[in-house]
């Protein structure tokens, strides 16, 4: 695919490049890959941390890639993409229960050697990370989704299969709970 033609597809909407991938054209699919996966790598950094970031990510575009076939064209490729990028996070965190102990040892390590020169910005993400991580995987979810990747409560609720009255109602409790987190930490409101 030449510059110009990669141009054009820039503007195509997502159902219409899955439509193309649909009659084999791989190149539509990188086109939906570099569009999305900054989005799902930002979701499953919030829900799962780094340390196989980019073996998740590249799991969730191959079950995307092989799961299209299946894909409801009445429904938003975005959203498909966020429920199986919620999927792809929910098997990595029971595989995290299970081996909590050295990950957690693992994942302390790495985070004592990143040090950089923003230490406040730093200092801010760790005590997000942390504070997500007191949260249940339901409220982690809806909060990562909407609150930081600024996904629609509508969507949030396609992607995690659940009311919209379910994401509002786990929004109240994520957010107050990240709130007591925070000020228990000394961050003033």
């Known amino acids: 695919m030449d510059d110009q033609s990669a141009g054009q597809s820039d503007n195509r909407p997502d159902n219409y490049l899955v439509q193309l991938c649909l009659k084999g054209d791989r190149q539509s699919f990188r086109q939906l890959y570099r569009r999305h996966q900054q989005r799902v790598r930002s979701i499953l950094y919030q829900l799962c941390g780094s340390s196989t970031l ?62 950089g020169p923003d230490l406040m910005h730093l200092h801010y993400q760790d005590l997000v990370q942390r504070g997500l991580t007191h949260l249940s995987l339901e409220h982690r979810s809806v909060l990562v989704l909407h609150d930081l990747e600024e996904v629609p409560q509508k969507e949030v609720a396609e992607v995690l299969g659940i009311p919209v009255g379910t994401v509002k109602s786990r929004l109240f409790h994520a957010r107050a709970a990240m709130r007591q987190f925070l000020e228990k930490e000394g961050v003033q409101p």
Do not use: C
């Not at 575009?61 to 299946?70: C, E, S």
């Not at 409801?72 to 966020?82: E, H, I, P, V």
């Not at 909590?100 to 990143?114: E, F, G, Y």
């Open 54 to 115: 980019d073996d998740l990510v590249q799991e969730v575009f191959l079950r995307a890639w092989k799961g299209l076939p299946q894909f409801r064209q009445s429904a938003k490729f975005a959203t498909w993409l966020y429920r199986i990028t919620w999927n792809v996070a929910s098997d990595q965190r029971q595989s995290f229960a299970q081996g909590r102990s050295r990950l957690q040892m693992i994942t302390n390590m790495a985070s004592v050697q990143h040090e």
